[in-house]
């Protein structure tokens, strides 16, 4: 699980319902979907979706003009059941790494449909949009919409594929203090890795759990040997302050600081990630060899 990030909380009304609470309002035609996943919540409005979400997490923020008004249940941790159970969702979309179980358990017995979702590598994205599909289906233009999220990934992934990257080792940190870094089955990894970038520390983390975000110690005898730490966005806000520190961790590497959205949210932001992350490999090729 990722570590818990800072939470912005919906202000009450006047009438004691929180700001933008739709429950306060009468019920939605057809599906009324819940999103615990930020991902998740971009590629259901992607779907067409959006007027049905009737709750998500404080994480859920884009797209800003859509998600405004659809009221917050608490973080992808520490979910506001009671306020959800409110909202009567027929559906809510959770994931393995970003929700933990008993929240999901939990769901279950007021909710109808939980659907769970996990992709743990780039091409897991085809799989994810054809599962909201099949549980959307009777949805205007959810089939046609999916497609088009299918194809675009595709050509992304594809594109990628066809350029020829050196490798390097590299180090993507996501939390300071202690230092956290990624495990190598997780989707930011094998998102690197289509790039030639191989993730370190040389660890896998299984499912879930603490184990797929490694905490380093910072005397780790690879650390001598990686070529690039990247200096993530999020769920910590690294910025030029820290890139200093993160030399002194790897004295001999490249940092940098990318965008942690584009290289970690999957779902309909994944084509776009590609498209990111081959142009990052590509501006450190011609870095490396110009004269």
Same mark, same amino acid.
């Given at each position: ?107 279950? !017995? ?57 490798? !390097? ?24 890795? !289509? ?24 005397? !780790? ?71």
């Amino acid at each position: 699980m990722t570590p818990r990030r800072a939470e912005r909380r919906a202000a009450p009304s006047r009438l004691g319902i929180p700001s933008g609470d739709r429950s306060a309002y009468p019920p939605t035609e057809g599906p009324r979907i819940a999103s615990l996943v930020p991902s998740a919540t971009e590629t259901l409005v992607a779907l067409g979706l959006g007027p049905l979400l009737v709750a998500r997490t404080g994480f859920c923020i884009h797209p800003a003009d859509v998600v405004k008004d659809v009221p917050k249940v608490g973080g992808t941790k520490d979910v506001n059941l009671h306020k959800l159970r409110r909202l009567a969702p027929s559906h809510v979309v959770v994931n393995v790494d970003e929700n933990r179980r008993e929240t999901a358990d939990a769901l279950r !017995e007021f909710v109808p449909h939980v659907i769970v979702t996990h992709p743990r590598r780039p091409a897991d994205n085809l799989a994810l949009f054809e599962q909201l599909r099949a549980a959307f289906a009777d949805q205007p233009g959810v089939d046609t919409r999916a497609a088009a999220l299918s194809a675009a990934f595709s050509a992304a992934l594809a594109r990628c594929r066809e350029r020829p990257w050196p490798g !390097e080792r590299v180090l993507y940190l996501i939390w300071r203090d202690p230092w956290m870094t990624i495990a190598r089955d997780t989707y930011i990894s094998t998102l690197l890795a !289509e790039a030639g970038w191989r993730s370190w520390p040389d660890v896998d983390g299984g499912e879930h759990g603490a184990g797929r975000y490694p905490v380093l110690a910072g005397d !780790e005898p690879w650390l001598a040997h990686i070529d690039r730490v990247l200096l993530s966005s999020e769920p910590y806000r690294f910025g030029p302050a820290h890139i200093a520190e993160a030399q002194a961790l790897c004295p001999q590497a490249r940092v940098q600081l990318v965008d942690g959205e584009l290289l970690s949210w999957w779902g309909a932001r994944g084509a776009a990630g590609l498209d990111y992350l081959s142009g990052l490999s590509a501006t450190s090729r011609c870095d490396r060899t110009a004269p």
